[in-house]
């Protein structure tokens, strides 16, 4: 797999892709390394090669290199998705294990709600309140991103109070992340957002408040954003 990945590398766009996920020195993505294989190639290419061992598909995860990683997790959840309930449990473990390779956020946000928040549905669910109190950006975004698979199925609890959690946190990856979640939760259920809203609004972070007003009305927009609500962060 890794040299069907490099077959397809294509510098100018890995250059591009670089800056867009910020890899420089200090930048939330600091290190990472792309070979500029656009998803949707890199997707058919993990396909062909989804009879790989879990072991082996962790041991890709562990990879300096984006894509590579990029292809573990997209190999993870198809085989979650298709597997039994020993065979989730399994991939989940190891996701949770290999938590700090999943460090950038189009990798969290393809597959945090996909395992973790599809194999916690109906289980409990304090783990993800481990994680939105962790130090790593990544394990909070994967904590508020995993409940996307809640609220697809109308639940909203844990979302609220996970979005509650990380009102205060400082980074713009969390505050889009919370803001996007409670959006998606205003989408099925309008009132249970406002009433968050009304109770937060004034101490979470703009980005976040932005995000999850985006889709209400210009003049409910308006009033969220000029009446007390200052620019935290």
């Not at 294509?10 to 656009?38: H, M, R, S, W």
């Not at 950038?104 to 945090?112: C, G, I, T, Y």
């Not at 009102?167 to 969390?174: A, N, P, S, T």
């Not at 999850?212 to 308006?222: G, H, M, T, Y």
């Amino acid at each position: 797999m890794k040299k069907e990945l490099k077959a397809k590398a294509d510098p100018k766009k890995a250059k591009v892709l670089q800056k867009f996920f910020k890899t420089g020195i200090g930048e939330y993505g600091q290190g990472d390394v792309f070979l500029g294989v656009a998803v949707p190639l890199t997707r058919k290419i993990a396909k062909k090669y989804h009879i790989l061992k879990l072991a082996d598909v962790a041991k890709l995860l562990r990879s300096k290199i984006h894509e590579e990683r990029l292809a573990a997790l997209l190999m993870m959840v198809d085989r979650f998705q298709a597997g039994k309930e020993k065979e989730k449990e399994k991939i989940y473990k190891t996701y949770l294990k290999s938590a700090k390779y999943i460090n950038n956020w189009d990798l969290v946000d393809l597959s945090a709600d996909k395992i973790v928040g599809d194999y916690l549905f109906e289980k409990p669910k304090g783990i993800l309140y481990k994680l939105a109190k962790s130090k790593s950006v990544w394990q909070k975004r994967i904590a508020i991103m995993a409940t996307f698979n809640f609220i697809k199925k109308n639940k909203f609890e844990d979302t609220l109070k996970i979005a509650k959690i990380l009102l205060r946190d400082k980074h713009d990856l969390i505050h889009k992340a919370v803001g996007w979640m409670l959006r998606e939760v205003g989408k099925r259920d309008f009132k249970a957002e406002e009433e968050f809203l009304d109770k937060y609004h004034k101490k979470m972070a703009r980005t976040t408040l932005r995000y999850a007003i985006e889709k209400f009305p210009k003049k409910k927009r308006k009033e969220y954003l000029t009446v007390g609500q200052k620019d935290i962060y």
